[in-house]
């Protein structure tokens, strides 16, 4: 995802890269899939340049309660400022500061897609919505099998001890 800075002009510019530029992104966890074309509006103020554009992409994620592997899909919608140079200019955190003689006079994207990918990432990662996980207990997957396992008799781990130190004082 590279965007040829040195030949923009005044005013607005864009580049689009295809579903190909998305998947070949290194993504630890969360391997892109698919994804529908990323256009970017690169607007060129002076030394100032404003890069927004959104899109969809389809990637591979597993379920926090069952484990099992989904792939859902998210929308990225990319708003960065950079400025020419080598100086930090006013007191914005946001601004990214790209030196144009730095790779050819490209601006390497990548980074910058990846990081709002994962800001973009829900919180939580459920298969869906009301996925019943595993039990505690055998293991088995709650969402297509059914277990015997009684729920009274299961002890948490935690308060095992603490049951065992009830029985003996029972005696
Ligand atoms: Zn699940
Ligand atoms: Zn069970």
Known sequence: MKIKIDRLKEGDNSVTFDQDSLISLEIKDHEILSG???TLVVIKNDNYLHITGSNKV???EHCDRCG???KPTIYIEIDYVFHLGNE???NS???EIIRPNE???YLIFDQYYIET???SLPLKKLCFYNCKGLCPK???NLNTDSCTCDEEKTIDPRWEKLAEFAKKKKK
């Open 58 to 60: 389809k990637y591979q």
């Open 68 to 70: 099992n592997e989904f």
């Open 103 to 105: 790779n050819d006079g």
């Open 88 to 90: 930090k200019r006013g």
């Open 36 to 38: 529908s074309e990323l």
């Open 93 to 95: 955190d946001n601004l």
């Open 117 to 119: 990918f994962y800001l």
């Open 138 to 140: 055998c293991g088995i």
